[in-house]
């Protein structure tokens, strides 16, 4: 098969995903922050961006303002747009290390995409590509997102108080002022153990995509992992 022809089936399995993997995104579960307002909206805009024919500013908005909080039909349409040279000059090498990132939660059609478009790669762009995924996985990986989420969590633990509203009942259940002073319900706190233990769950769980590439990268965020267990377990037996 020539690699005009290959190409060619390529793109059509690119432009069938563009169409099946509309928003609200159906991905694996992913203990990330719940999707804001603000970020929906840029979603929504992006793809009247996108239909509009504005490449160049619909590439920017994936990939400035979504890909690196982890949406990963972002990343996937980053790549989309390298291969297809839509807002950017063709670049292969570059399309394909999106498409890893983007087919790290074990999405089967975004792994397809990944596979496929790896045989159509020569040597050199295998290399190079991979060379990219690293620096993209390094910055926006999920395993480096969620340690910073469980960073965050772990801030908050470290400041709860239990404050009471000034002049609230002492009969009611307790009313929290949480470490950036706004009032937060009883649960506030249980709320934040439970997010923290699910988001380590899931890293404790997960199996990375080319360990032995990763492997320095990998070993760091671990060690990161076990300190905050460690002070998790200390916050707890308080």
Known sequence: ?????????????????????????????????????????????????????????????????LAPIGDKYAQY??????????????????????????????????????????????????????????????????RTLLVGLIERDMRTLRGQTGTRIPGGSTSSPAIVMNPSGETAGPDFYRDVRMRLKARIDYLDGRVEIDDDVLAEQLEDLRGQEEAIKDELAAIENR
């Open 77 to 142: 349409m980053v790549g989309y747009m390298h291969l297809n040279a839509q807002g950017t000059e063709q670049n292969r090498a570059e399309a394909l290390a999106w498409f890893r990132l983007a087919a790290e939660r074990g999405e089967p059609l975004l792994g397809q995409i990944r596979d496929e478009v790896t045989t159509m790669l020569t040597p050199a762009e295998r290399s190079t590509a991979e060379a990219v995924f690293l620096d993209l996985w390094k910055e926006m990986g999920d």
């Open 1 to 65: 098969m020539t690699l005009k022809i290959r190409l060619a089936l390529i793109s059509g399995l690119l432009a069938g995903l563009a169409c099946v993997c509309a928003y609200p995104q159906s991905f694996k579960p992913f203990p990330g922050d719940p999707l804001d307002q603000r970020t929906r909206y840029t979603q929504e805009r992006v793809e009247n961006v996108y239909a509009s024919g504005d490449y160049e500013r619909a590439l920017l908005i994936y990939e400035k303002e």
